[in-house]
């Protein structure tokens, strides 16, 4: 469920634009773009390299549901369960809080709501996961 | 297989999944900044005018002008933007946000002189249809419902309004609001099905800031371009071609600076010589410090075959206007004023790459230098530069002297201004004697090396035919007497200007850049 919910919430909106902007809803897939769009113009060596570590970052979302994905249903030994899963919480309250600090407390975009979900979910299996140690 | 070789394979696999999905995703997400011209699918196929508008903020487009209009100036493009629609007495959020879709057209099918009329409508991709047509409402209602082929318009204060899927379509009259409709409903084609249409769109518009195309055939061909008379003179005139055959413009901002090109697939004719994709092989002996620099090719070819078509006209052109004959009389005649057989045999010359460079040392129009280069058969050449100048030695003063290494030969014309010439590496150059001396002596990287220069090339869409390249911040500052401090923010951010006309996949076209610095 983590994962199908963090790729759902990817291709789904999660914040409109500001300015004149305003009527664009933005999706992880178009931000990726956006940014890429935004590496086209000559930029210095620290903006450029802000840019594709905000674009690495947005994509790990989908990287991280992926694996969530192909790892939930029988892998979760390996590493990457844990990893992808946190990397989804922490992308989850890092992505509220900057929506609550621009709009206050109100109903979040779909996407943004999907990708809450899949990091909560994340979170309520981990705490509730059996205890294998003895 | 062992448990730490399969997690080991696993991790592998893992990977290489997030490489395959996040570069699905970077280039996927890269691709979507095209902009389709989806207002298109909606136009009659025999509109005579077409002018598309990108309204799509987010696109590459929009994002590399308002980061040029920062380098003109522009504190904040973005919100200078809102701000002017708050001023205007909109709110951008609910007056115009709704509008924004993508794209937005305007078009006009044909123009009736009988009756002083135009049919056409306004097509706008919107984000949000329903609401951008409450916004008409707002301003132009009440609304009084229609129904034509079960879709549903609105008449309204002088026009008519119809929302099609995504699309809303305002027209002034109600037989436009019917024809797109028919369009739609697929019982007439599209402006989007017409070959000559989608081959100029194709060649042109992958990005634009704006775009317009135009069928004149379309447009005045009832009452004008059907006329014997006026289409017997565009015969004459050699321009029924480009006249006739629909041509298309566009407008488009890159990283570096803005881009325009106008395209028509008209045949280029007898300049087709000089219109080929190339290479300049000159722009090495030119000095970094040109500000203007011209090159084209094939001059003599393209002479020939504008004689060829066009020489009885032109002979008759001379006989009416001149005490000549024909325009080989004329030549004869200005070639006995040089002491060679025609003048001819000096157009004859350049049958290679044809340059002219232009620098002025010190920022004022009055130190201005400027030279010719050519490719050219050096021995003919020669021959005939010798003729010329040794025509009355008494006036000409020839005189040969050696400039790092290789003859210069200076004389003076006939209102005693000394001009020099030169042969460097094959081709000739030609100008004033310190403006060859200068070629000759160069040693610096050449213009061809400048970054200003290779920058405005890069940014070309096209491959390079005829063209004329501006150091803009050299020639503005010429206006004001070299002086940069009185030049505007706007003037110094401007860089690099190419125009340029090529015939490339079969389409003519001029295109332009303007480079913009930090």
Same mark, same amino acid.
């Given at each position: ?26 999706? #992880?897939?178009?931000? *990726?773009? $956006? !940014?890429? &769009?935004?590496? +086209? ?6 903006? @450029?390299?802000? =840019? ?12 991280? #549901?992926?694996?969530? *994905?192909? $790892? !939930?249903? &029988?892998?979760? +030994? ?6 992808? @899963?946190?990397? =989804? ?46 | ?518």
């Amino acid at each position: 469920m983590v994962g199908p919910l963090a790729i759902a919430g990817f291709f789904l909106p999660w914040a409109n634009g500001p300015g004149p902007f305003a009527a664009t809803e933005f999706t #992880g897939f178009t931000l *990726v773009g $956006l !940014a890429g &769009r935004l590496q +086209a113009l000559n930029l210095s060596v620290a903006e @450029g390299g802000f =840019l594709w570590a905000i674009r690495l970052a947005i994509l790990g979302v989908a990287v991280a #549901g992926v694996w969530q *994905v192909l $790892l !939930a249903p &029988r892998h979760r +030994a390996h590493l990457g369960y844990p990893l992808s @899963g946190w990397y =989804l919480a922490a992308a989850g309250v890092l992505c509220v809080g900057i929506g609550m600090m621009r709009s206050g407390l109100a109903v979040p975009p779909s996407g943004l709501a999907c990708l809450m979900g899949a990091s909560l979910s994340f979170v309520v299996a981990w705490v509730a996961r059996p205890d294998t140690s003895g | 297989m062992p448990k730490r070789t399969f997690g080991f394979a696993f991790t592998g696999i893992l990977v290489a999944v997030a490489t395959v999905v996040g570069g699905a995703i970077l280039f996927t997400s890269g691709k979507a900044s095209e902009v389709n011209l989806t207002t298109a699918s909606l136009v009659p196929a025999d509109a005579g005018i077409y002018f598309a508008l990108n309204t799509d903020l987010t696109s590459s487009q929009w994002v590399s002008t308002f980061r040029l209009a920062e380098r003109l100036g522009a504190d904040d493009p973005e919100d200078e933007l809102k701000n002017g629609a708050d001023d205007a007495g909109f709110d951008w959020e609910d007056d115009v946000a709704p509008f924004l879709g993508g794209n937005a057209a305007v078009y006009i099918q044909g123009i009736s002189i009988s009756d002083v009329s135009a049919q056409g409508a306004v097509i706008i991709r919107c984000n949000d249809p329903k609401k951008a047509l409450e916004v008409i409402e707002d301003n132009m209602g009440p609304f009084d419902d229609e129904d034509y082929k079960g879709v549903e318009y609105h008449a309204m204060f002088q026009g008519f309004v119809v929302v099609i899927g995504k699309h809303l379509v305002i027209a002034f009259d109600e037989e436009s609001v019917k024809s797109v409709i028919d369009v739609s409903k697929g019982d007439a084609k599209s402006l989007s099905s017409v070959s000559d249409f989608q081959k100029l769109r194709d060649e042109l518009t992958g990005n634009f800031l704006g775009f317009v195309y135009v069928s004149a055939q379309n447009l005045i061909g009832d009452f004008f371009l059907d006329d014997p008379v006026v289409k017997a003179a565009l015969t004459e005139a050699g321009a029924a071609d480009l006249i006739f055959q629909p041509a298309a413009w566009v407008i488009g901002a890159k990283s570096d600076g803005f881009e325009f090109q106008a395209a028509s697939v008209g045949k280029s004719g007898v300049i087709s010589p000089m219109l080929a994709p190339r290479q300049s092989k000159l722009v090495k002996y030119v000095p970094a410090d040109a500000a203007i620099f011209f090159s084209t090719v094939d001059i003599a070819e393209t002479w020939t075959r504008v004689m060829s078509e066009a020489r009885p006209e032109i002979d008759r052109a001379i006989r009416e206007q001149s005490e000549f004959d024909s325009l080989d009389e004329a030549l004869r005649d200005a070639g006995r004023e040089l002491n060679i057989e025609s003048l001819e045999d000096v157009i004859k010359l350049l049958e290679g790459e044809t340059t002219v460079a232009a620098w002025f040392p010190d920022g004022t129009q009055e130190s201005g230098e400027g030279v010719l280069i050519a490719e050219v058969d050096q021995q003919k050449a020669s021959d005939l530069l010798k003729a010329i100048t040794t025509k009355r030695p008494s006036v000409s003063r020839p005189r040969t002297e050696k400039v790092n290494g290789l003859d210069m030969t200076v004389f003076r014309d006939d209102s005693g201004d000394e001009a020099a010439y030169a042969f460097l590496e094959g081709n000739l150059v030609f100008g004033t004697p310190s403006s060859v001396t200068r070629v000759l002596k160069n040693n610096e990287p050449p213009l061809g090396a400048l970054k200003k220069y290779q920058q405005t090339v890069e940014q070309m869409p096209t491959g390079l035919g005829t063209y004329a390249w501006l150091n803009l911040s050299k020639v503005l500052r010429l206006a004001e007497g070299g002086i940069p401090a009185d030049l505007s923010a706007a003037e110094r951010a401007l860089s690099g200007f190419i125009i340029n006309g090529v015939n490339e996949r079969g389409v003519v076209r001029l295109s332009g850049i303007i480079t913009i610095q930090d």
